[in-house]
């Protein structure tokens, strides 16, 4: 099924994404992750790409494994960094042979040191790539509080329009924590003329120190709110764990309540976190 059908069908979705393990890693505990989302019953999982494709191969077999085992809609993320025009074939035809036809189109990480040879400058130039090799459902990225790299939010959202017309169907926004960047940002894509559906990314913090590089990455800001959080149980792993998910929860029972309806946990591969906050929000999500 395709995401665009599933997004159209539900009032609610609840989407979960995982990482594949390293190329030389064995697949044994990837797939016990696997078995676990999935028996919480998400309306797709997505599975990432790595930095520079560095996973692509367990990329294709991660994603086999959540649709034609698990019985999950597989997503797969596709990145421009480092790719050629006959890479991309390659993958695209694997994941053909195992009829995955949903695919997240990403530019990717600019390695350290500066940008690595690739045909593909752009995720629209990806997209348009993707569409002409076969009948798949492409989605991008976007940010809430606009894209670290851009010059201004309004020239991100002008790309994201770019994006939209060469294809992209969908759009999953990167992590945030305050839900009113979101509902701002979703009005100026309106405004702009962007109108496909947006599955907000929400990623519950469990881990101080790892927030904080991430933040510090992607460019997204941590409001007062949830800093108070992480500065009172940072010292504290068992609090911060259960903070963390009481504060993605109330997030999402926010967006829920403000007509966004498709929720993207970043699980981290850690599937207990994706329970705990879907049996919180149970009646919520049916």
Do not use: W
């Amino acid at each position: 099924m395709k995401i665009t059908d599933i997004l159209n069908a539900k009032n609610v979705t609840v989407s979960c994404e995982l990482f594949p393990p390293k190329a030389e890693t064995p697949l044994a505990g990837a797939k016990k992750v696997i078995r676990n989302i999935a028996s919480l019953n998400p309306s797709f999982m997505s599975v990432t790409y790595g930095a520079g494709g560095t996973t692509r191969e367990n990329t294709v077999k991660i994603a086999n494994e959540i649709q034609n085992v698990n019985g999950v809609t597989a997503l797969a993320h596709l990145t421009c960094i480092g790719s050629d025009t006959p890479t991309i074939h390659a993958i695209l035809d694997a994941l053909k042979a195992k009829n995955i036809t949903n695919i997240l189109a990403l530019r990717g990480d600019i390695p350290p040191g500066g940008c690595a040879p690739s045909q593909y400058r752009y995720a629209s130039q990806l997209t348009e790539a993707i569409l002409r090799h076969g009948n798949f459902c492409v989605g991008g990225a976007c940010y809430p509080e606009g894209h670290p790299e851009a010059k201004s939010l309004q020239a991100d959202i002008e790309s994201l329009k770019i994006k939209v017309d060469a294809g992209c169907a969908f759009l999953t926004t990167q992590m945030f924590f305050d839900n009113n960047l979101l509902y701002n940002f979703m009005f100026r894509l309106l405004k702009n003329g962007v109108d496909v559906p947006v599955v907000a990314g929400i990623m519950p913090v469990i881990n101080a120190k790892q927030i904080t590089r991430i933040c510090a990455l992607s460019g997204t800001a941590l409001p007062p709110r949830f800093r108070a959080i992480i500065d009172r149980f940072a010292d504290h792993p068992a609090a911060m764990h259960q903070a963390g998910i009481a504060y993605a929860t109330e997030q999402i029972i926010d967006l829920i309540a403000n007509g966004v309806n498709h929720i993207h946990i970043y699980t981290m591969n850690k599937p207990d976190i994706a329970q705990r906050i879907m049996g919180n929000l149970s009646k919520i999500f049916r």
